[in-house]
Nanobody
Framework: QVHLVESGGGLVQPGGSLRLSCAAS????????MGWYRQAPGKERELVAG???????KYADSVKGRFTISRDNAKNTVYLQMDSLKPEDTAVYYC????????WGQGTQVTVSS
């Protein structure tokens, strides 16, 4: 099993930025699709961004133009650069494969003040 540990969350003001990191315990080179998910209070977990091994990306409409997903296969790490943050972005953010594995990490909390 690959263990994924998210970090980088915190409290920011609207319009601010955060950079989330997802560190894998093993190689992610053979994993084609990696993604970032989030779950806001009272809502279902949703996919916000995905990236292929070759660097092809996709984004949910709600974050397109503001978030950037990337991966460093050599470092076994996936990143999510979040800019122009809005209160609606407040959620716990998780990384996982696409489709997701049968388990999740603890995630990292992102809170955007209003």
């Amino acid at each position: 099993q690959v263990h994924l540990v998210e970090s980088g969350g915190g409290l920011v003001q609207p319009g601010g930025s955060l950079r989330l990191s997802c560190a894998a315990s093993g190689s992610i080179f053979s994993i084609n699709l990696m993604g970032w998910y989030r779950q806001a209070p009272g809502k279902e977990r949703e996919l916000v961004a995905g990236v292929t091994r070759g660097g092809i990306t996709k984004y949910a409409d709600s974050v397109k133009g503001r978030f950037t997903i990337s991966r460093d296969n050599a470092k076994n790490t996936v990143y999510l650069q979040m800019d122009s943050l809005k209160p609606e972005d407040t959620a716990v953010y998780y990384c996982n494969t696409e489709p997701p594995l049968g388990y999740w990490g603890q995630g990292t909390q992102v809170t955007v003040s209003s």
